[in-house]
């Protein structure tokens, strides 16, 4: 330590120590306002940087590219070996609980999302908070959707629509509605075509919502980089999923799914105290 500064700090301690009772008793009085102020601004400060993440959503993951053009604008993009995407704070996108067709291929297309059943109409809503992309009309594909982008590091897109009630640049809160449901573009009946997306990366929905039960599968979803991830391909090529069942326990799944209750831990970010809930998605390799 400087000789300055230790010199400071001992004519500090001896101003403190020769304070009379009454400049010790201002101190003490004052010690809970002092706490106060500083709770005040710390609320001032997380209200701050909560508005900044709306703003700015998953900046150290997007810095500047921010194109309202294409649902995947990101080829090229740099993206992290492995990323835990926080899924609290949700909202389910419909209150629809019937899925009329699953992500993979169909007709030798690739289906990046989830269609759920809706009606014209019918409420769409946000499924995080977050801030509105694209709004566009694809005759041929989406139809009118909509592309939100959350702090999580999600972008959620929402497609098929009848109306879009955002536009570009919406902070949108998680819940808010931000379309109806609808037919429109390259659609057989009505539905809502829903879309996970990091980075570009088309995500199974199923791996972080339940629509049969109205809620999330986990609290978070731990996005893993393999040899098969690219801007064109989805992120799970080659894992291995579980959903747990009604009186399962880490140790049965492990046995049964042939790995260890530390594997299961690992990949999934929990311990072996977690309380697994139906429904739940685990990932087993």
Same mark, same amino acid.
């Given at each position: 330590?400087?000789?300055?500064?230790?010199?400071?700090?001992? !004519? !500090?301690?001896?101003?403190?120590?020769?304070?009379? @009772?009454?400049?010790?008793?201002?101190?003490?009085?004052?010690?809970?306002?002092?706490?106060?102020?500083?709770?005040?601004?710390?609320?001032?400060?997380?209200?701050?940087?909560?508005?900044?993440?709306?703003?700015?959503?998953?900046?150290?993951?997007?810095?500047?590219?921010?194109?309202?053009?294409?649902?995947?604008?990101?080829?090229?993009?740099?993206?992290?070996?492995?990323?835990?995407?926080?899924?609290?704070?949700?909202?389910?996108?419909?209150?629809?609980?019937?899925?009329?067709?699953?992500?993979?291929?169909?007709?030798?297309?690739?289906?990046?999302?989830?269609?759920?059943?809706?009606?014209?109409?019918?409420?769409?809503?946000?499924?995080?908070?977050?801030?509105?992309?694209?709004?566009?009309?694809?005759?041929?594909?989406?139809?009118?959707?909509?592309?939100?982008?959350?702090?999580? @590091?999600?972008?959620?897109?929402?497609?098929?629509?009848?109306?879009?009630?955002?536009?570009? @640049?919406?902070?949108?809160?998680?819940?808010?509605?931000?379309?109806?449901?609808?037919?429109?573009?390259?659609?057989? @009946?009505?539905?809502?075509?829903?879309?996970?997306?990091?980075?570009?990366? !088309?995500?199974?929905?199923?791996?972080?919502?339940?629509?049969?039960?109205?809620?999330?599968?986990?609290?978070?979803?731990?996005?893993?980089?393999?040899?098969?991830?690219?801007?064109?391909?989805?992120?799970?090529?080659?894992?291995?999923?579980?959903?747990?069942?009604?009186?399962?326990?880490?140790?049965?799944?492990?046995?049964?799914?042939?790995?260890?209750?530390?594997?299961?831990?690992?990949?999934?970010?929990?311990?072996?105290?977690?309380?697994?809930?139906?429904?739940?998605?685990?990932?087993?390799?």
């Amino acid at each position: 330590m400087h000789l300055r500064k230790l010199k400071t700090l001992v !004519a !500090a301690a001896v101003a403190l120590v020769s304070l009379d @009772g009454s400049a010790q008793d201002l101190l003490a009085s004052q010690a809970p306002i002092d706490r106060t102020l500083k709770s005040v601004d710390s609320l001032s400060l997380k209200l701050q940087l909560m508005a900044e993440d709306l703003e700015y959503p998953a900046f150290d993951l997007y810095e500047e590219n921010w194109d309202t053009r294409f649902v995947n604008a990101y080829k090229g993009i740099a993206v992290p070996d492995s990323f835990r995407i926080d899924l609290t704070g949700y909202a389910m996108p419909t209150e629809s609980r019937r899925i009329t067709s699953k992500y993979g291929y169909r007709w030798r297309r690739m289906h990046r999302g989830l269609d759920v059943k809706v009606y014209v109409g019918d409420t769409i809503r946000s499924a995080f908070d977050g801030k509105v992309r694209v709004v566009k009309y694809e005759p041929r594909g989406y139809g009118k959707y909509v592309v939100i982008r959350h702090p999580n @590091g999600l972008e959620t897109v929402y497609g098929h629509l009848s109306k879009q009630i955002v536009k570009v @640049g919406d902070i949108v809160k998680a819940g808010e509605p931000i379309g109806l449901g609808g037919n429109t573009g390259r659609s057989t @009946g009505s539905h809502l075509h829903f879309e996970t997306r990091f980075l570009g990366i !088309a995500i199974n929905p199923i791996f972080m919502f339940d629509f049969e039960n109205q809620d999330i599968v986990c609290d978070s979803y731990l996005f893993v980089k393999d040899k098969s991830t690219s801007s064109k391909s989805g992120s799970s090529g080659g894992s291995k999923y579980y959903r747990v069942r009604s009186g399962d326990s880490l140790s049965k799944i492990a046995a049964r799914q042939g790995t260890t209750i530390d594997r299961l831990c690992r990949l999934n970010g929990i311990t072996r105290k977690t309380i697994l809930r139906p429904g739940q998605m685990l990932k087993c390799s």
